[in-house]
């Protein structure tokens, strides 16, 4: 098996020395070459060099390394520098590592047991800290992975996604070709864009192809706190506004043919919430923003959407096959504007605010285990 571990990066270059050197430390069997591939668009540290040194001193290296316009072409890039003989490609996060020797070993000895009359095409390896260790491996169509274990809890951590190669480059192609189209060609801002946009591209071309979950501690993040730098990071890309267009991403799909109806309560799984929890959260989070003074970036995105935001939420429930569920939804969406919009009406009454606090709490209680694998 030929497997590419291919890497977008962005100003981390000494976190990336520590992602590649995990991948040097693997203890694989003859049936594995292992492969690195880099895409680098846009850093201004030590990334370039760093890469250019790789070149000399390295077999099976591919690298895009040239200085684009924008860093928002780097997965396309990525994608267009997978070497054609490769038969699967993990997508690894510049920041994260292989937690042991034996991570590369477990997901080939893994494929190969499954692989004959099942016609493989993706495998998701856990993050450690989400690992329950049990070795079980859990193998369905995506589409049905995803309502037992969440669209986003399976297609969202960049470095739990291994798939085959041409569907791997497709997806990442399709990817690119959507983001360019809604931001250089039409114009939108960035945070009229999708924060889990890859994610949606790989449901789109994996939901009737068989898939795998491995319940093992394969990957993990370098940082076990969200660091200063990723805050500004995800502030300057709008990182959190952006989590209310997973719905557009949904209705998308469905459009295009993918089956998102009656869907059950775990596929909206993120974490230990619902997708809506995160989102409603996010409305109440705009209301005490404007109130407070505070935030003001936050509070002036938040109020510009906020009404198309209260839709999207509220559509949500269309896709969901409980019809309890879906009144539930509706419910708590209703009586989470009613109270937004008393707030408002009321000059940000102090007892009103006691309410939206509450309803935030509600919103706050976990649904689920911290683990992926938590059935």
Known sequence: ?????AIPTYNRVDKLKKNIESIDAQVVSTGVEVSLVVANTYSNDETQAYLETLKINRDN?????????????????????????????WLMGDDDYLINEGS???VYETITAIEPGENLSYVHACQARRSKNTGDVYVDNCLSLCNAFGYLDTFGWFSSQIVRRDIFCETLQQHQKYFDNQHFTLGLPIHTSSAFLH???FLQNLWN??????????????????TQSTIERWQEEKTADRYMCVVDDLFRLKTSGVPLTNLEAKFFRYHQYHLWD??????????????????????????????TNWKRIKKLSLLLGDAILRRYLDSVVEQSIEISSLYIKSGFDNKIERLLIKQSEICNRHSYEFYVCNQ
């Open 61 to 89: 290296f591919f690298c895009y390394n040239q200085k684009e316009s924008s860093k928002y072409c780097n997965l396309g890039k990525l994608a267009a520098t997978i070497p054609t003989g490769v038969d699967w490609v």
């Open 104 to 106: 590369i070993q477990k």
């Open 1 to 5: 098996m030929k497997l590419a571990i």
């Open 209 to 226: 192809k068989k898939g795998a979950i491995i319940d093992l501690p394969l990957v993990e993040t370098q940082d076990e706190m969200q």
């Open 278 to 307: 995160r989102l409603i959260n996010r409305q109440l989070a705009v209301q005490f923003s404007v109130a407070k003074g505070k935030d003001i970036e936050l509070a002036e995105i938040g109020v510009s959407e906020y009404e």
């Open 199 to 201: 994610c949606s591209f």
